[in-house]
């Protein structure tokens, strides 16, 4: 799969959350690997702020991202937005400290992306593959997030509270596809016992009865509802029963936990990659969110690159027979026995490496180790095949080495282990030559790497 941009840019305006001041955000498409960025134009020198776990510096009604004193408050409704219309690429320029809050929901910024449409570009996705169970847990307040292995993006969500009114609830989003339909517009919520608190926070300047889930579960005198009223400057409203009490009717019954859902995916965006997985959260809030997307950072952070996954099941893209076909390499020197993945600037080989292997013959008797020379020689050959993968006709060509660096051996690689090589293009191809890097890994360790220039040239005759 590809990146993906916009098309072309929109713009959305409204109240902020907590300012209560008419905002403006334009969404611009951007170039490949450029990830999400928010510009504040507001300030001087027009400072930038990467949308990546690490850089969230609150999380109270609202993930806020900054870098030193700058900060772009209650993102996550256009990062979930952005997330599940598989938007890669984008740069919101925004006039103040805050998103707009909009309707309370992503409804809008969805509607804009399907109208301005969607461009795919050359580099592939980079996903994040779940490949054990990964937990946070909140002791205090019961909440947790588990990911579990998949072979997509899917989310469910548990939401409770303590309340007559709203109590348990659940939704799930098992295709991104219906996101628009069935998640975006469900707006954010409030307990009306809630509101002073907040108010007298400026958390919720902008909030009204249009933009947000009221909801009544705790007996009030009507003065005290006026009281209210008052100091969110909305209309006197006298109510008499528990119950949701905005002026708009819900949009679903479980309208709620659709929304802490979007919330969901909004934080789970900052992993800055796409990820394939199932996320099944309880009671979520933006604090435990956000710790969850950070320790995925860390790992992310921590490896350059994840180790590709491997099923023998699976068909490869290039057995044995059609590695031969295209390298001149023969036993004992032809070191992979097939290709399970490539795209357009990446290639994913498979070695396994039996005890028979001519070189343990020596190399040593007593302790068998594969040399390393020959694990280079490996990703070599897998990265001539992605070389020739750019050439029509690529039986008439082959791939020589022409220099190799920053050779780095990790972990011995010993009889009845199976290598998988990662090898993808560092530039772009320039008078036939390639610089690449390449990684071996032994199951989710990197035994191997290295940086290595090829040159493709056609064969004679």
């Known amino acids: 799969m590809k990146q993906i941009t916009l098309k072309s840019p929109f713009k959305v305006h409204g109240k902020g959350l907590h300012t209560g001041v008419e905002l403006e955000a334009e969404f611009i498409p951007a170039e490949e690997n450029h990830g999400y960025k928010f510009q504040r134009v507001d300030l001087e020198g027009e400072p930038v702020i990467d949308a990546l776990a690490e850089n969230v510096v609150a999380t109270e009604r609202g993930t806020v991202i900054g870098r030193g004193q700058v900060t772009v408050s209650t993102i996550e409704h256009a990062m979930s937005a952005l997330y599940a219309a598989g938007i890669d690429n984008v740069l919101v320029k925004i006039n103040g400290p805050e998103m707009p809050i909009l309707d309370g929901s992503a409804k809008e910024?969805?509607?804009?992306?399907?109208?301005?449409?969607?461009?795919?570009?050359?580099?592939?996705?980079?996903?994040?593959?779940?490949?054990?169970?990964?937990?946070?847990?909140?002791?205090?307040?019961g909440a947790s997030i588990v990911v579990l292995?998949?072979?997509?993006?899917?989310?469910?969500?548990?939401?409770?509270?303590?309340?007559?009114?709203?109590?348990?609830?659940?939704?799930?989003?098992?295709?991104?596809?219906?996101?628009?339909?069935?998640?975006?517009?469900?707006?954010?919520?409030?307990?009306?016992?809630?509101?002073e608190p907040l108010v007298k926070g400026n958390l919720i300047k902008g909030g009204d009865l249009d933009n947000a889930v009221v909801i009544y579960d705790k007996e009030m005198a009507q003065a005290e509802l006026d009281h209210l009223a008052d100091l969110m400057g909305v209309g006197h409203k006298e109510v008499k029963t528990f119950g949701y009490i905005q002026a708009m009717p819900l949009r679903f019954d479980n309208e709620?936990?659709?929304?802490?859902l979007m919330d969901v995916m909004g934080d789970l965006a900052l992993l800055g990659r796409?990820?394939?997985?199932?996320?099944?959260?309880?009671?979520?809030g933006h604090s435990i969110n956000t710790r969850f997307a950070k320790q995925v950072r860390k790992e992310i952070k921590?490896?350059?690159?994840?180790?590709?996954?491997?099923?023998?099941?699976?068909?490869?893209?290039?057995?044995?027979?059609?590695?031969r076909e295209l390298l001149p390499h023969r036993y004992p020197f032809l070191l992979i026995d097939k290709i399970i993945e490539k795209g357009e600037n990446y290639i994913v080989g498979v070695k396994n490496v039996t005890t028979n292997e001519p070189f343990f013959q020596g190399h040593f008797p007593q302790e068998p180790v594969m040399p390393g020379v020959l694990q280079i020689e490996a990703m070599a050959q897998t990265g001539g095949l992605l070389v020739l993968s750019t050439v029509e006709n690529p039986e008439l060509y082959s791939t020589y080495f022409m220099k190799i660096d920053n050779v780095k051996f990790r972990q011995k690689v010993v009889p009845g282990d199976t290598i998988l090589f990662h090898i993808s293009f560092l530039t772009e191809m320039r008078r036939g030559c390639a610089v690449m890097k390449g990684y071996a890994f032994v199951g989710e360790k990197i035994v191997s790497e290295c940086e290595f220039m090829a040159q493709i040239i056609k064969n004679k005759g």
Do not use: W
């Open 109 to 141: 910024i969805c509607d804009k992306i399907a109208e301005v449409g969607l461009v795919e570009q050359k580099a592939d996705k980079d996903f994040y593959v779940v490949k054990q169970k990964i937990e946070v847990k909140d002791s205090e307040t």
């Open 149 to 195: 292995p998949d072979d997509k993006f899917s989310v469910d969500v548990k939401i409770e509270f303590d309340s007559p009114v709203l109590s348990n609830q659940f939704a799930s989003l098992d295709d991104m596809e219906l996101f628009g339909r069935e998640i975006s517009a469900c707006r954010t919520f409030v307990f009306v016992r809630e509101i």
């Open 256 to 260: 709620p936990a659709r929304h802490k």
């Open 274 to 284: 796409p990820l394939k997985g199932k996320v099944i959260a309880t009671r979520p």
């Open 302 to 323: 921590r490896q350059d690159i994840q180790a590709p996954s491997y099923n023998p099941n699976v068909e490869p893209i290039m057995d044995n027979n059609r590695i």
